[in-house]
């Protein structure tokens, strides 16, 4: 396995063909793939070989066998779950910071990764509009993130009340109340579980038809109390009132989390800032950087308004490790060991600017505005007020709708999934793509309109 600089190059000038090649394809293949693509899937596996592969055939047997069975989520006419294709700036960076392959935990690890993280982080900041004092680190997720904040409001709250977590445990400690909304998503209470904090003893607030969780359902807050508010309903795109919560919460000294995985976003961009109204009197800020920064999988954000104390649970301490320097990646996040992902999220802010990013957001919510139009005036309610890149739309009863996503699943124009909101089953689109343009969504809604009045 010595390194042969020439077989070196080789095996990369593949890589990089075979890379353009299904790059370029993207817009044009079926959204989903085929049966006959996914039955080859199987010849991954069999016995462990004895004896390696040349790189180059291990390159191709990848390219042959998986290519074929991955789902053109990348492509511009993906709208399933809340997925973003990756920007070809934070796709090459990606590349080149794979040759890096750096330990991003450190500074003396890798001071490039740490720098670049440091700049993205600002540049996040500052186009969501939040001070410079805030901090956060690089997590793989938006459900990772909801856990690191749920497990630092915590520590902080029962620090508060004299009790340390790390030293003695969650047994015998002071309750704590958490409230969330009837809508939260479920990673929030996923999180909730593996955070120590339960998921059936929170206080549910009832949310409006929008999934909004009604300020003047709050209770009375008393004692060490999480509050988890909403930015962007995964089904109606819909925002809990942050400001008018997040005011009251805050007198009672609550703690307020933020779940903002994609709606977070809304802040850079002038026009759908109001919907984030209050973010600044938040704690904590769980986001996705793979959903509407485009960025490639998996990279996500967690904030936090002081972030010292963040770092009061997250740092890690030992005699081998340096704790010299101003900003150790490793003191936001729960990982040690891990890789530079602050470099697709500041190649993608870099490529896109402030103006880029509000473009590129504001676009996809008038492309979803676009789509909502378009089921109505072929006679298709919207069960949802459009105020983001969420459409949810019905066909009919619950039968009638699934047999519409089903089929237009199958044809491979588009991909879009199902949903139950509030009682009613519906289709969802979710535009969240820097390459998703007019005409596809105008060729999309041909293809479903077209399905669901054969089937109708
Ligand atoms: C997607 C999503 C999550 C989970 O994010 P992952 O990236 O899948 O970890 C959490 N909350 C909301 C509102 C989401 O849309």
Redesign the pocket.
């Known amino acids: 396995m010595a390194r042969n600089t020439e077989s070196l190059k080789t095996l990369m000038d593949e890589a990089n063909r075979r890379a353009q090649h299904y790059l370029s394809t993207l817009p044009e293949r079926p959204v989903q793939p085929s049966l006959e693509d996914v039955e080859p899937l199987r010849e991954f596996g069999g016995a462990l070989a004895d004896e390696g592969m040349e790189a180059c055939a291990v390159l191709e047997r990848l390219d042959t066998l998986g290519s074929p069975g991955t789902v053109a989520c990348a492509g511009p006419r993906y709208f399933g ?2 997925t973003g294709g990756a920007l070809p700036a934070a796709l090459a960076c990606q590349w080149l910071a794979g040759a890096w392959d750096q330990n991003a935990a450190f500074v003396v690890g890798s001071p490039a990764a740490a720098a670049v993280e440091s700049a993205a982080l600002g540049w996040i900041l500052d186009a969501l509009g939040l001070r410079r004092s805030w901090g956060g680190g690089f997590v793989t ?4 993130g ?1 856990v690191a904040s749920l497990v630092v409001a915590r520590d902080e709250l029962l620090r508060r009340a004299g009790w340390s977590v790390a030293q003695q445990g969650l047994f015998g400690a002071p309750p704590i109340t958490v409230i969330v909304g009837d809508e939260a ?1 479920s ?2 209470f996923y999180a909730l579980g593996f955070a120590g904090l339960g998921s059936d003893r929170v206080i549910r607030v009832a949310a409006d038809g929008q999934g909004r969780m009604k300020a003047d359902a709050l209770p009375a807050i008393d004692g060490p109390t999480i509050v988890c508010l ?1 930015a ?3 089904n109606s795109g819909g925002f809990d009132p942050i400001a008018e919560i997040a005011s009251q919460a805050r007198k009672a000294g609550a703690w307020i989390h933020l ?1 903002g ?2 709606g977070l976003w809304a802040a850079a961009a002038p026009k759908r800032r109001h919907l984030t109204r209050g973010l600044d009197l938040v704690d904590s800020v769980a986001t ?1 950087l ?2 509407w920064l485009n960025v490639p999988y998996d990279s ?1 954000l967690t904030l936090y308004r002081q972030p010292e104390v963040a770092q009061s649970t997250l740092a890690l301490r030992a005699s081998y490790l340096p704790d010299d320097v101003e900003r150790q990646p490793c003191d936001y996040t729960p990982e040690a060991s891990r890789r530079a992902r602050g470099v697709e999220a500041w190649a993608a802010m870099a490529s896109l600017g402030r103006h880029g990013l509000a473009d590129m957001i504001e676009r996809n919510c008038r492309l979803a505005t676009r789509f909502a139009e378009g089921f109505r005036l072929a006679g298709y309610p919207v069960l949802n007020e459009v105020v983001l890149n969420q459409v949810l739309v019905s066909f009919g009863g619950s039968e009638a709708t699934t047999r519409v996503i089903d089929a237009v699943q199958l044809e491979g124009t588009c991909w879009c999934g199902g949903t139950v909101w509030q009682g009613q089953t519906a289709m969802r689109v979710s535009v969240s793509s820097w390459a998703t343009t007019e005409e596809d969504v105008d060729s999309s809604l041909d293809a479903i309109v077209r399905i669901a009045k054969r089937l109708g």
């Open positions: 779950f809340v997720g938006t459900t990772m909801n998503h990673t929030l909403q962007g309903n995964v779940d995985a994609f996705d793979h959903k996500g």
